[in-house]
T-cell receptor, first 114, second 116 residues
Framework: GAGVSQSPSNKVTEKGKDVELRCDPISGHTALYWYRQSLGQGLEFLIYFQGNSAPDKSGLPSDRFSAERTGGSVSTLTIQRTQQEDSAVYLC????????????FGSGTRLTVV | AQKVTQAQTEISVVEKEDVTLDCVYETRDTTYYLFWYKQPPSGELVFLIRRNSFDEQNEISGRYSWNFQKSTSSFNFTITASQVVDSAVYFCAPHISNFGNEKLTFGTGTRLTIIP
C-alpha cells in the first residue's frame, strides 16, 4: 500500500482480555518496528523485524506481549491479559532495509484498557 | 548505550517568532545518523530530516534549519517565522549503525505551541 496501515485505530478492552493489533507495512519494506507511546510520553521501542532474521524483542515489557510477522509482511502485536498500564498508542513503522534510512509510521492504534 | 536528551519539555512562542529545539545525544560510535520527526495533534509521526555524522554542513529547508555540531553531540532544529501549523511535538532520534543496533532511539520530545 501507499503507507503503513494499522488496525484498529481505536480499541477499548476490559482488563484481563487479550488484544491483537495489526500492522500492514509499505510494500517492499523489509523492516518493521513496533513502538508504544503512553500519554504525553516519548516513544518506547518494543520489537523489530528485519527480513527473515530473528526479531529483536529486547523492548517487550513482559511475556504478556508477543508479535509475529507472517510472510515478511503483515505483523500482529498481541497483548495477553491486558492491564490498565498497557493503555497507550501503539505505533508501527516500516523501512526499506536498515533503519538508517528512517521510518514511515502508521497512524497508530489507541488502546484503552478499562 | 545510546541516549538522547531533549531538555525542553514544552515551548510556547508567538507566531512569526523564531524558535530552536535542542537535542543532545550520547554515542561512542563515529558513524551514525540523526533524525527529527514531527508529531502534530493528529498523532501521526512525520519524517523531517535525516543527517549522517560525516557531514557537518548545516541544512536548510524552507523555514526549517538544522545545526549539527559533532564536537558537542548536538543536533538542534530551528523554525524561523513560526506558524500555527508548526504546533506539534518534535522528536529527535539518533540511529547508531554499528554494533547491530538497528532501531531509532527517540527522545522524550519537545511540545511546541505557536500562539496566534
Amino acid at each position: 500500500g501507499a503507507g503503513v496501515s494499522q488496525s484498529p485505530s481505536n480499541k477499548v478492552t476490559e482488563k484481563g482480555k487479550d488484544v491483537e493489533l495489526r500492522c500492514d507495512p509499505i510494500s517492499g519494506h523489509t523492516a518493521l518496528y513496533w513502538y508504544r507511546q503512553s500519554l504525553g510520553q516519548g516513544l518506547e521501542f518494543l520489537i523489530y523485524f528485519q527480513g527473515n532474521s530473528a526479531p529483536d524483542k529486547s523492548g517487550l515489557p513482559s511475556d504478556r506481549f508477543s508479535a509475529e510477522r507472517t510472510g515478511g509482511s503483515v505483523s500482529t502485536l498481541t497483548i495477553q491479559r491486558t492491564q490498565q498500564e498497557d493503555s497507550a498508542v501503539y505505533l508501527c513503522a516500516s523501512s526499506f532495509g536498515r533503519s538508517a534510512y528512517g521510518y514511515t509510521f502508521g497512524s497508530g492504534t489507541r488502546l484503552t484498557v478499562v | 548505550a545510546q541516549k538522547v536528551t531533549q531538555a525542553q519539555t514544552e515551548i510556547s512562542v508567538v507566531e512569526k517568532e523564531d524558535v530552536t529545539l535542542d537535542c543532545v545525544y550520547e554515542t561512542r560510535d563515529t558513524t551514525y545518523y540523526l533524525f527529527w520527526y514531527k508529531q502534530p495533534p493528529s498523532g501521526e509521526l512525520v519524517f523531517l530530516i535525516r543527517r549522517n555524522s560525516f557531514d557537518e554542513q548545516n541544512e536548510i529547508s524552507g523555514r526549517y534549519s538544522w545545526n549539527f555540531q559533532k564536537s558537542t553531540s548536538s543536533f538542534n532544529f530551528t523554525i524561523t517565522a513560526s506558524q500555527v501549523v508548526d504546533s506539534a511535538v518534535y522528536f529527535c532520534a539518533p540511529h547508531i549503525s554499528n554494533f547491530g543496533n538497528e532501531k531509532l532511539t527517540f527522545g522524550t520530545g519537545t511540545r511546541l505551541t505557536i500562539i496566534p
